[in-house]
């Protein structure tokens, strides 16, 4: 486990958080998105893929988007988290940005199959969606000019709930 993100707002990026409450049907205590939808309560994201997309991202200029740009749409509000980077070379994603409840390491998470269960301390939960639809309002994606999460992303159910923290390990079974 590299970070567990929570964000009492829907829309936003989500702040790293040392441990929190998986409750069974609902998702993270905490969270916006805690039961909102049956078959997303939970998201998560390699750490592999977060590190690959940084490799993959242009600089600012190349994008056509300089600091003071982005600084433009944090003003207007249509960014919303204050601590997005004043210059190129600050530019770096992190865990939370693509809104994922949980940034994992050493797991191919689009292999798994819908079913299979993944164990992470007391918690157990069950893969019920690969990828999801990018909704207009991507924060990631209008900022940066993609978003990982429809391919890369996956979704679970909290079937055992409980308390992890972020250095949990985690294992996973079908």
């Known amino acids: 486990m590299v970070s567990i993100n929570v964000s009492p707002a829907t829309g936003v990026r989500k702040t790293p958080v040392e441990r929190a409450e998986f409750l069974p049907?609902?998702?993270?205590?905490?969270?916006?998105?805690g039961g909102l939808k049956e078959d997303r309560q939970v998201s998560l994201?390699?750490?592999?893929?977060?590190?690959?997309?940084?490799?993959?991202?242009?600089?600012?200029?190349?994008?056509?988007?300089?600091?003071?740009k982005a600084a433009e749409h944090r003003n207007?509000?249509?960014?919303?988290?204050?601590?997005?980077?004043?210059?190129?070379?600050?530019?770096?994603?992190?865990?939370?940005?693509?809104?994922?409840?949980?940034t994992t390491e050493g797991v191919a998470l689009t292999e798994l199959p819908l079913g299979s269960h993944l164990?992470?301390?007391?918690?157990?939960?069950?893969?019920?969606?690969?990828?999801?639809?990018c909704h207009a309002a991507c924060e990631i994606r209008r900022l940066?000019?993609?978003?990982?999460?429809?391919?890369?992303?996956i979704f679970a159910r909290v079937i055992n709930g409980g308390v992890i923290h972020r250095d949990d390990m985690g294992a996973y079974y079908f």
Not at 81 to 87: E, K, N, Q, V
Request: aromatic share 8%; net charge negative.
């Open 25 to 33: 049907g609902f998702g993270l205590a905490g969270d916006a998105h």
């Open 45 to 68: 994201l390699a750490w592999e893929d977060i590190q690959q997309a940084n490799q993959a991202l242009l600089t600012y200029e190349q994008r056509g988007l300089s600091c003071t």
């Open 76 to 102: 207007e509000g249509t960014v919303q988290d204050s601590a997005w980077p004043s210059s190129p070379e600050d530019f770096s994603l992190m865990p939370g940005d693509f809104a994922e409840n949980l």
């Open 119 to 133: 164990v992470i301390g007391p918690v157990v939960l069950e893969v019920s969606k690969i990828g999801k639809e």
């Open 144 to 153: 940066v000019g993609d978003c990982i999460m429809p391919r890369r992303g």
